[in-house]
T-cell receptor, first 113, second 112 residues
Framework: DQQVKQNSPSLSVQEGRISILNCDYT??????FLWYKKYPAEGPTFLIS?????DKNEDGRFTVFLNKSAKHLSLHIVPSQPGDSAVYFC????????????FGKGTLLTVNP | DGGITQSPKYLFRKEGQNVTLSCEQN?????MYWYRQDPGQGLRLIYY???????QKGDIAEGYSVSREKKESFPLTVTSAQKNPTAFYLC???????????FGSGTRLTVV
């Protein structure tokens, strides 16, 4: 059973526009969420995170929104740049999981010049 | 600079042979993890360890083994019992939830 779902395998946007990547989760025990960015043949790098006590967290061009009632979070990238082209993974963890992250399958973002 | 080192970057193995992937970290993190990435499958947890001399199975542990004799090291052995070993393997470590994981650069294993 997939507890973290990224239903869009790919997304294509124009440079300068907004990219919105979505993530849904089913485990109500999850209380901390993270986004990672991954280039081919490299390890993922941490982007931004959010605790369940918040509904929004910003870091420069990246903003994560959390809707607990809908069990949904989204990552907004504004403005999108060609260097943002990568696979983005959503991940979640709960207080009792001893830091273990559960990942979604990822969304390939392509930003076209 | 602190980080996680995975070696080798590319590895070829003949069917029926065991192979060990190296993972070393100098971040002084207690917890370490092994994930596998396959196309369209995301990252799936193989094994994880929270302290030295202790480790737990993840979601897809069959055909794999690990050891944690030192805090800095968490090698993964892919045994001949693993039916589909060709994949991209990622090692990670973590300090606490707020910072998530730090990942290594990965090892691409190909069975020939």
């Amino acid at each position: 059973d997939q507890q973290v779902k990224q239903n869009s395998p790919s997304l294509s946007v124009q440079e300068g526009r907004i990219s919105i990547l979505n993530c849904d989760y089913t485990n109500s025990m999850f209380d901390y969420f993270l986004w990672y960015k991954k280039y081919p043949a490299e390890g993922p790098t941490f982007l931004i995170s959010i605790s369940s006590i918040k509904d929004k967290n910003e870091d420069g061009r990246f903003t994560v929104f959390l809707n607990k009632s809908a069990k949904h979070l989204s990552l907004h990238i504004v403005p999108s740049q060609p260097g943002d082209s990568a696979v983005y993974f959503c991940a979640a963890t709960s207080g009792g999981s001893n830091y273990k992250l559960t990942f979604g399958k990822g969304t390939l973002l392509t930003v076209n010049p | 600079d602190g980080g996680i080192t995975q070696s080798p970057k590319y590895l070829f193995r003949k069917e029926g042979q065991n192979v060990t992937l190296s993972c070393e970290q100098n971040l002084n993190h207690d917890a370490m993890y092994w994930y596998r990435q396959d196309p369209g499958q995301g990252l799936r947890l193989i094994y994880y360890s929270q302290i030295v001399n202790d480790f737990q199975k993840g979601d897809i542990a069959e055909g794999y083994s690990v050891s944690r004799e030192k805090k800095e090291s968490f090698p993964l052995t892919v045994t001949s019992a693993q039916k589909n070993p060709t994949a991209f393997y990622l090692c990670a470590s973590s300090r606490d939830r707020a910072y998530g994981y730090t990942f290594g650069s990965g090892t691409r294993l190909t069975v020939v």
